[in-house]
C-alpha cells in the first residue's frame, strides 16, 4: 500500500468514522438483537448445559458461557449488514455520483468504508463482552484472549461485509440487501455449532456444519472464551475468513469500479 492510496482510505475512513460519532443511535440499535439473545434465549434454554455430555464436549456446564460465542457473530454479523444498507444510502444520496469526479481510486471507497466497519464491529463485541462478564462468563485466556476475540471478530466482520455490500451494490435497494442479509446470517448460524456442539447436532446438520464457515469462526471464538489458545482452531478461523474475503471484497470491489465508472 503506498502513502497515497493509504491517505485515500484514511480520508473515506475518517468521513464514516465522523458519521458513526454523529449518529451513536445506530450502534445502539444494532445491539439490541444480539443483547435480547443474550439475557433471555439463555436464560429460556439454560438446561442445555445440564445435557449429559455437554460439559465434557464443551469444556463447561454453562449454557451462557457456551453461547457468548453465538451472540459475538451474531452482532459481527448484523453490524457487517449495516455496510451494505449504507451503501445504498449513499447510492440514494447522490454520493457515489460525486465519486465518479472525484480524484481518488475507487477501491479507497470501499476499504474506507469497511475499515469504519470493523471499528464498529470491535465497539460492539466489546459491549458484548463486558456484558458477558457481569453475568458470570469467565473468559479462560483473559485479556490477550479477549484482544484476539476482537481482533478475530474485526476481520471477520470486514470480511463479512463485503457480502452486504455486493447485494446492495448489485440490488441498490435497503430492503432486498436487509434481506439476503438475514437470510444467509440466521440459517448459517443455527446450522453451525455456534448454538449447540456438534456432536449433539443431526447427523445432517453435522454435515452441514463441517463446511458451514461460521462453524469455523465460532469454534475459535468458544475455544478461547472457554478452553484457552487453541491455535489449530485460531488458524481454520483465519483461514476462512481470508478466503472469504478475498472472495466476497473482491466481487464488492469489482462492482464497486463498475459502478462509479
Do not use: H
Request: aromatic share 10%.
Amino acid at each position: 500500500m503506498n502513502m497515497e492510496w493509504g491517505s485515500e482510505i484514511g480520508t473515506v475512513f475518517y468521513r464514516w468514522i465522523i458519521k458513526l460519532r454523529r449518529r451513536p443511535i445506530y450502534l445502539f440499535f444494532s445491539l439490541i438483537q444480539p443483547l435480547v439473545w443474550f439475557l433471555l434465549f439463555t436464560q429460556a434454554f439454560s438446561a442445555i448445559g445440564d445435557i449429559p455430555g455437554f460439559a465434557q464436549i464443551t469444556g463447561t456446564s454453562d449454557y451462557i458461557t457456551f453461547f457468548t460465542a453465538a451472540v459475538i457473530i451474531q452482532t459481527v454479523a448484523s453490524s457487517a449488514l449495516q455496510s451494505g444498507i449504507g451503501m445504498v444510502n449513499d447510492i440514494d444520496s447522490g454520493y457515489l455520483d460525486k465519486m465518479k469526479t472525484a480524484p481518488i481510486r475507487k477501491s479507497s471507497i470501499l476499504l474506507g468504508k469497511v475499515l469504519s466497519d470493523g471499528v464498529s464491529i470491535v465497539i460492539q463485541v466489546a459491549i458484548i463482552l463486558g456484558l458477558a462478564l457481569l453475568v458470570g462468563v469467565r473468559i479462560a485466556t483473559g485479556v490477550p484472549g479477549i484482544i484476539l476475540i476482537l481482533l478475530l471478530s474485526m476481520v471477520f466482520g470486514i470480511a463479512w461485509s463485503g457480502i452486504s455490500l455486493f447485494v446492495g451494490l448489485k440490488t441498490k435497494n435497503s430492503e432486498t440487501t436487509l434481506s439476503v442479509g438475514l437470510l444467509t446470517t440466521f440459517p448459517l448460524l443455527f446450522l453451525s455449532t455456534a448454538v449447540m456442539p456438534k456432536p449433539l447436532l443431526p447427523e445432517w446438520v453435522q454435515k452441514v456444519a463441517t463446511i458451514n464457515p461460521i462453524s469455523y469462526i465460532s469454534d475459535a471464538l468458544q475455544g478461547l472464551i472457554i478452553r484457552g489458545f487453541e491455535w489449530s482452531a485460531i488458524g481454520n478461523a483465519i483461514i476462512v475468513t481470508i478466503i472469504i474475503g478475498i472472495i466476497s471484497l473482491g466481487a464488492s470491489i469489482a462492482l464497486f469500479r463498475r459502478a462509479v465508472s
